[in-house]
């Protein structure tokens, strides 16, 4: 019941119970964290980012980093982008190519900056995410780090052939 409560926080755009809500972060009850987590994102702002990263810190359950990170790509901030960069040593691989992926629709060359770090991911879905991501930032997400993007561009990656520049489709067949 509390939880449809917290969701129709959100779905209402009640910005008076954000404050609310962010207490609700406390509770030890997952599934509650997780709909928070997931309101929070309708009300962009750096408490809100803050406590979602403080949210981040404090659990190991997987659908409540799922929940605040997916909300924390709606916030858009620089403390938005500092919570998210902590997902880019996440267990769960899947997560952490979720976030690549979003990042590239932020525009913004900050993002490019902390993508390149997951360029070193041993993940093949996290390297294609992160590669993915820089291309949506164009001349923000290449310019600094061309020469590890063209290294990255001619390897295979378990099934996976990463051939994204239009000289190597050329040369180089995947097979």
């Known amino acids: 019941m509390v939880d449809a409560s917290v969701i129709a926080v959100g779905k209402l755009g009640l910005e008076k119970f954000v404050d609310g809500c962010i207490g609700l972060l406390d509770t030890p009850d997952t599934s509650l964290q997780a709909a928070t987590c997931r309101t929070l994102g309708e009300f962009p702002g750096d408490g809100v980012a803050k406590a979602l990263q403080t949210t981040i810190t404090r659990t190991t359950d997987h659908l409540v980093h799922l929940s605040a990170a997916k909300s924390l790509l709606q916030i858009h901030s620089d403390t938005a982008l500092d919570a998210l960069s902590t997902f880019r040593q996440h267990e769960d691989a899947r997560l952490r190519a979720l976030v690549a ?52 561009a001619h390897t295979d990656i378990g099934n996976a052939c990463l051939l994204y520049t239009s000289d190597a489709a050329d040369d180089t067949p995947c097979v």
């Open 101 to 152: 992926e979003q990042m590239g629709n932020w525009g913004d060359s900050n993002v490019a900056e902390r993508l390149y770090v997951m360029l070193d991911d041993e993940d093949a879905d996290v390297l294609d995410a992160t590669i993915k991501a820089l291309l949506k930032l164009k001349n923000a997400g290449l310019s600094a780090h061309r020469e590890r993007l063209r290294e990255i």
